[in-house]
């Protein structure tokens, strides 16, 4: 009986309406992250002057949200894993939906910053919808898929970035929180048009369920599926040092042993899941993971509050007076969106080499390019200069960062997907925890030099550690 694999089925549909609407989906829960994010560029000036906080507990607001994160993306990954994607998608979302709204309301320092670690929780799921995305697209074309699904990361950073310069001047940060919170919340409605992912359906021995989706999508873009029966595969005997195509390097299973391993997985669970992601073929291709996730959050995230604090710790330790709200606010949104620009050029470069030189090449080269532009920052330049380094620096960050929200799921088989990329996501959170300590508190207290070192030295670990990866994805299929 002839038989065909999800990879198959989706090479031969191509990437059609089905697609799109996942992609229309994903990236409005990308949009959602990313403004979320965006948001704390702005959030910490005002805390500061309405409750007189001091810079330490300024840069908390920004360091409980990551560590809410942390703890989110190892929750919703664990949770799209055994319990589906859609599963995952829809109560990460009504989660940081509901809690964005509330932190609104925060009377106080103390209730706001509890709210927004709740918020960040509610984000930490943001992974689930690349890894939902990306069990969609054909392998062939992936790499520029993710490209363009980044986009609606970007487009989230510019949107917050406008609306900051139009809500703040006008209103005041509490309604900045509200809009913030609006994306999250329109994907609600939407949650009944979004189809289970095959690939998770096909792990849990789903197999009608899974053809069932699969036909659907078929007819949606007027395509039609593979002759035979739709088979899995075990991605149990993947070889991590090989990088064969899937057909060669995955053995078929039966019916009978994906239900005795399903019922082997639900009863271990997280164990069982952690116990593969650290398993000898896959060790070398974690750790690293985890780290240039760390050094990836750090930096980008760095560069993200960077661009609020530069201009107006230099003007302070210049003069020699305390930082204060005293800078020019109009320079501060100005400069917020030019930067957050950047990520246009960077998801350009991205595509550019992503298919070109491979991902590990296209990881290394930007890490070591975005070294290169926050270099002259160790000084104190001028305000035009700053701003072009930071536009620069933040073009590569993103480049870099897409490529390896990218790799990552492609690394990990679909029982462990999210899982393994939620953790990795959540190792990444802790740079996200770390770097307002470096890029806020250091700078408010004239160590510029220090925080920009700090930076240089993380990045250029990481650049050296992409290139030990022991695999290159560019088109593998996925199992």
Known sequence: MATYTTDDALTRMGFG???????????????????????????????????????????????????????GACVWGFVSDNYG?????????????????????????????AIRFLVGVGV?????????????????????WMV????FWTFGTILEASLAWVV???????????????????LIPFFGLTPESPRYLCVQNRMSDATAV????????QSDLPPGVLVYHREAKVDHDNIASESECLLPVTEKECTVDNAANSKSGSLAALRMLLSRKMLRSTLILWFVFYANSFAYYGLVLLTSQLSGANRSCASGVTFGLHQNDTNLYKDTFITSLAEVPGLILSAVLVDWFGRKASMWSMMFACCAFLGPLIHTQNELLTTALLFGGRACAMG????LCLYAPEVYPTSVRSTGAGIATAIGRIGGVVCPIVAVAMLRSCHQMEALIVFEVVLCLAGVACMFFPIETKGRGMD
Request: hydrophobic share 55%; with cysteine; aromatic share 16%.
């Open 17 to 71: 309406r089905s697609q799109a609407l996942v992609l229309a989906y994903a990236g409005m829960g990308w949009v959602a992250e990313a403004m979320e994010l965006m948001l704390l560029s702005f959030l910490g000036p005002f805390i500061r002057k309405e409750w007189n906080v001091s810079p330490d507990n300024e840069s908390l607001l920004s360091s409980v949200v990551f560590a809410g994160m942390l703890l």
């Open 85 to 113: 994607r859609r599963t995952g998608l829809l109560f990460s979302t009504l989660f940081t939906s509901s809690m964005g709204f509330l932190s609104a309301l925060s009377p106080n320092y103390l209730c706001l910053v």
């Open 124 to 144: 930490g799921g943001s992974h689930v919808f690349i890894s939902w995305f990306l069990e969609f697209v054909p392998a062939q074309n992936r790499g520029t």
């Open 148 to 151: 363009i699904f980044s986009f």
């Open 168 to 186: 703040l001047p006008a209103l005041n940060w509490r309604w900045l929180l509200v809009f913030t919170a609006l994306p999250c919340f329109l």
């Open 214 to 221: 699969l036909e659907r999508m078929a007819n949606a873009n």
């Open 400 to 403: 870099s960062f897409t490529v």
